[in-house]
């Protein structure tokens, strides 16, 4: 059975920092891209990041490029994505998902996880 468990959300200062963490099993983790995207309320579902499946390429979206990083440790089965300099519009549910295709396009992942609350707020 596939799963990807989302961990490291919760309620950060406009400023702060995050790791999140997406811990996947049920599937071979290393032969798969990667992917976060996010939900915020009333909004359509957006991508954030995404990596390939060796780590060696990743894209982001413009939002978040330059503030947030992510990775992988194949070895772990475990994806991260670090945040920082957040901003009240980063405030979202965050989700993990794998796919064979190295994109941004939320249509062409195949397994998602259940999603992790970022809340950025004084």
């Known amino acids: 059975q596939v799963q990807l468990v989302e961990s490291g959300g919760g309620l950060v200062q406009p400023g702060g920092s995050l790791r999140l963490s997406c811990a996947g099993s049920?599937?071979?983790?290393?032969?798969?891209?990667m992917g976060w995207f996010r939900q915020a309320p009333g909004k359509e579902r957006e991508f954030v990041a995404a990596?390939?499946?060796?780590?060696?390429?990743?894209i982001y979206a413009d939002s978040v490029k330059g503030r947030f990083t992510i990775s992988r440790d194949n070895a772990k089965n475990t994806l991260y994505l670090h945040m920082n300099r957040l901003k009240p519009e980063d405030t979202a549910v965050y989700y993990c998902?794998?796919?064979?295709?190295?994109?941004?396009?939320?249509?062409?992942?195949?397994?998602w996880g259940q999603g992790t609350q970022v809340t950025v707020s004084s």
């Open positions: 998902a794998a796919g064979w295709a190295f994109t941004h396009v939320p249509r062409r992942y195949d397994y």
């Open positions: 049920g599937f071979t983790f290393g032969s798969y891209a």
């Open positions: 990596i390939s499946w060796s780590g060696g390429s990743t």
